[in-house]
């Protein structure tokens, strides 16, 4: 008997620098028995091609074999919908997930997700988010913002969406990169309440 996932995501990879983040956070859905909806934009292709060893096939159904495979997932349990596929569950808040994550998320999707753009498959599964008042973590990954992106920031958290950074810590004493990607995954699987041991939350180490 298939066990029941313990809980259902949505994940969009955009094009900002950082394809490692979603990746590893992907990684770590699947390993912590969730269902994963997700989305890759066109750039983050390229990104993903240019920062890591990954080659994306091209279509959603390629995407989404490659990734069960790649990261050991159950049948079923990573989904992938492409820009336009306007009937996935995740265009719908009657069918989308209570939860989604934008990792990494490019400066350009955040402008269209604050101005409730819908263009693609990406932003209307934020703005279904938005508008159901539902779990919404964008990560995004720029230097310097400027004041355009701030402003976003701003207006999308007083929404209530949650704005993770991708600025490591470096209080752990991080060894490798692979480290510096486990803080920032960390603090995403703190924000969804899943369970994770890539990082200690501050004080544990005290308490053992």
């Known amino acids: 008997m298939t066990k029941p996932f313990h809980d259902r995501i949505t994940l969009a990879i955009t094009g900002a620098s950082g394809a490692q983040y979603g990746l ?5 859905l699947v390993a912590a028995n969730c269902q994963i909806l997700v989305m890759i934009s066109k750039a983050a292709r390229v990104v993903i091609a240019t920062e890591t060893d990954e080659q994306l096939p091209g279509t959603a159904k390629e995407q989404e074999l490659y990734l069960s495979q790649r990261f050991n997932a159950a049948s079923g349990q990573v989904r992938v919908f ?30 269209a997700i604050a101005v409730g753009a819908s263009n693609n498959l ?6 279904v988010a938005l508008k159901e ?9 720029e230097a310097p913002y400027s004041e355009i992106h701030l402003e976003h920031m701003l207006k999308l958290t007083r929404m209530g969406s949650v704005m993770i950074p991708a600025s490591p810590g470096f209080y752990n004493r991080p060894e ?10 960390a ?3 703190n924000q969804l309440q899943i369970e994770q041991q890539l990082l200690p939350r501050w004080g ?5």
């Open 82 to 111: 492409g820009r336009e596929q306007w009937m996935a569950p995740v265009a719908s808040g009657s069918g989308a997930p209570s939860k989604m994550v934008v990792c990494p998320c490019s400066t350009s999707t955040l402008s």
């Open 187 to 189: 603090r995403i699987l």
């Open 176 to 185: 490798s990169i692979e480290d510096m990607i486990d803080f920032v995954v």
């Open 204 to 208: 544990e180490d005290s308490l053992s």
């Open 133 to 141: 008042r539902r779990q919404l973590i964008l990560v995004p990954r």
């Open 122 to 127: 990406i932003e209307r599964a934020a703005d």
């Open 24 to 28: 590893r956070l992907l990684e770590c």
